[in-house]
């Protein structure tokens, strides 16, 4: 698939409701969306059924897991990332928990 001319963000609603982002195409160059490991569906354990990977991608909360809805847009979308690096760590150590 390619983006229309005036498409600018990759937006990307998570199975969970409260989380989504929307990241500059620019910044997802080279992005996967798995849907299976090993010849077998991607387990919910593993981010599945569908989850988006971006080899390379600072952030580790670019690689969505339970992807429900990849859109394109012209302008940025819905993001519920963390802000700074304190919220990010809290966010991942809440997630180790």
């Given at each position: 698939a390619r ?29 996967l969306v ?21 080899p390379g ?41």
């Amino acid at each position: 698939a390619r983006a229309s001319g005036g498409a600018l963000y990759l937006d990307v609603a998570s199975s969970d409701p409260g989380f989504a982002i929307s990241v500059p195409l620019a910044e997802v160059q080279g992005a996967l969306v798995v849907y299976a490991a090993g010849g077998a569906p991607l387990a919910r354990e593993k981010g599945g059924p569908f989850r988006l990977l971006v080899p390379g991608h600072a952030d580790e909360c670019v690689h969505v897991k339970g992807v429900a809805r990849l859109t394109l847009s012209a302008a940025r979308g819905r993001d519920t990332r963390p802000v700074d690096d304190a919220e990010h760590a809290k966010l991942h150590a809440k997630k180790k928990a």
